[in-house]
């Protein structure tokens, strides 16, 4: 069996190969290597009733016990049918217990190998990539058509649809793992049942985390053009306890307020009357607000939605580098605005 490039993976796991009795699934994508694994375990035992048909092993405990894997893939099923083998490779190497499946006889159980990142020479990926009973399957951080397909998964399975503001928000608040962005879209849906479209604005209130002390003088300060404020309610934050990270979500909802406020500024009416009649904002942001309002363009507040949404994503995916990136996105917002953003 040649390896399978990352763009026929999905392909060969709706359609496995026959003669194939081990599967290697690897890759720095831990979610979407368990996620791969599920779809193929599930597929394998389709129809089958027993219990005892999927088998969990150690690849640590195979490194001591190398027949171990052979012995259990050629025990007949107590009810007959298929049985599957997940084994979750570790430290030591499991490649010894691996070929020697692979050089007996067709078992009726199917192995399944959940790997890290494994380099091109790594023993059990060649072995697997070698072999006419074997298939290596790798795993990358999504794209974007991988993460389109998922959110599309989801979606029809709730009966939503999404729009295509919300679609680009959702995708760029993913972090690198695909079980944990799939549980963000299956947690969006919930959020939004009973209505038949998801907007930008369900996406930012789901996927925001929740407000904390200094987080709303932090995105005012922001959005009205004072970066010193912005700077000194970051400390404030910091003083408590809560990191700048937290922030960015907020950011991102008022974000996305204002574009839509903005929106009526557009059509003619006045900033004041526009948050006067948005019973949603708070007396005492009344003013930062209309002052927003007369300092950012439509268009200049959807980008700072896309940086924002970014730099939630960056948060999401390494604490360390996202809050430094938390505090430059929200300190460059200020600047933009001191300088009269149009």
Request: glycine share 8%.
């Amino acid at each position: 069996m040649v390896a399978i490039k990352a763009s026929a993976v999905d392909a060969f796991l709706a359609r496995p190969q026959r003669d194939v009795f081990a599967v290697l699934i690897y890759g720095p994508d831990a979610g979407l290597v368990a996620e791969r694994a599920e779809t193929l375990a599930r597929r394998a035992l389709e129809g089958s009733d027993d219990p005892f048909a999927l088998v969990r092993l150690e690849g640590d405990d195979l490194a001591s016990d190398p027949g171990r894997l052979a012995d259990e893939a050629r025990t007949i099923a107590l009810f007959g049918g298929k049985r599957v083998i997940r084994v979750r490779i570790g430290g030591r190497s499991a490649t010894a217990a691996v070929e020697a499946l692979l050089e007996g006889p067709q078992p009726e159980s199917l192995a399944i190998l959940e790997a890290g990142d494994l380099k091109k020479n790594a023993p059990l990926r060649a072995l697997c990539e070698k072999s006419a009973r074997a298939a290596a399957l790798p795993c990358y951080p999504d794209e974007a058509g991988a993460r389109d397909r998922l959110i599309d998964e989801e979606m029809r399975a709730a009966g939503l649809t999404i729009s295509p503001d919300a679609r680009a928000l959702l995708s760029a608040s993913f972090g690198p793992d695909r079980l944990a962005a799939r549980e963000d879209v299956r947690k969006l849906c919930l959020y939004a049942m009973g209505q038949e479209r998801i907007e930008a604005e369900d996406v930012a209130a789901v996927v925001a985390e929740t407000s904390e002390a200094g987080m709303d003088e932090a995105v005012d300060a922001a959005f009205a053009g004072r970066p010193a404020d912005v700077a000194s309610a970051l400390r404030s934050m910091r003083a408590g306890g809560t990191p700048a990270s937290v922030a960015l979500a907020a950011g991102l909802r008022h974000a996305l307020a204002l574009h839509r406020l903005r929106g009526q500024v557009d059509e003619g009416r006045s900033a004041r009357s526009v948050v006067e009649g948005a019973p949603m904002i708070h007396f005492r942001r009344k003013d930062a607000v209309e002052r927003a309002l007369t300092r950012w363009t439509s268009a200049r507040l959807m980008d700072a939605v896309t940086r924002l949404a970014g730099a939630v994503a960056q948060s999401r995916r390494s604490a360390a580098t996202g809050e430094a990136s938390a505090e430059r996105v929200l300190l460059a917002i200020g600047q933009e605005a001191a300088r009269g953003a149009r």
